[in-house]
């Protein structure tokens, strides 16, 4: 299980767009159509990634916590399915119902959206506010497999929070780590 942090987008960059087929609904969809009206998380995540096993309870909770409150909620599996079948959108789809996901699963088969996120690892936090620009990107919490920390969710909801109750947003954010997205070659 490799560790690779973040690249840790430039706040304030605009929300990349995207056209991708949700796993969940089979329909396609942009940014422009998921986004919440107070704010839109993007959470790059796979199937089969120890460290999303490791947090995706946690991240269906903010899911389910924030979702009535205005915040779009979107993942996205962006991995090689050549080398990584099992990250496929079959397998998306079952990954997401074994987890209560009830928010859209999108399927990056070109890995173009993950470049224009420059995301790097799974998973990979992406906060932007109502003017669909980045406030925050980073960790969920300080919770990884295996050192006893309990997830909790913190650094992600304090983020949010910030965004729904007008808080400023800390700047220096830690980067989320995790296994790295499998590029195709």
């Keep these: 299980m490799a560790k690779t942090p973040s690249n840790m987008l430039p706040l304030g960059t605009p929300a990349p767009k995207f056209w991708l087929k949700d796993t969940n609904s089979n329909y396609f969809y942009s940014f422009e159509d998921l986004k919440g009206e107070k704010g839109t998380l993007v959470v790059f995540i796979c199937n089969h990634c120890p460290y999303v096993h490791h947090v995706i ?8 916590d924030y979702r009535v409150q205005g ?11 050549d080398k990584y ?17 009830d928010f859209p699963y999108l399927f990056d088969e070109t890995q173009e959206t993950a470049r224009a996120f ?8 992406y906060l932007f506010d109502n003017l ?21 969710g913190s650094d992600l909801r304090n983020a949010i929070d910030g965004i729904l109750y007008n808080r400023a947003i800390p700047e220096n ?4 780590v995790g296994c790295g997205i499998k590029w195709k070659n």
Aim: hydrophobic share 35%; glycine share 6%; with cysteine.
């Design 85 to 101: 079948p099992q990250d496929g959108p079959e397998p998306m789809a079952q990954f997401a119902f074994e987890n209560k996901m």
């Design 71 to 81: 915040i779009g909620i979107i993942a996205i599996s962006s991995n090689d399915t």
């Design 173 to 176: 954010q830690k980067p989320s």
């Design 118 to 125: 420059d995301a790097a690892c799974t998973p990979d936090f």
């Design 57 to 64: 309870d946690e991240i269906v909770k903010v899911a389910n």
């Design 132 to 152: 669909d620009k980045l406030v925050y990107r980073g960790q969920l919490d300080d919770s990884r497999p295996g050192n006893n920390i309990p997830l909790s």
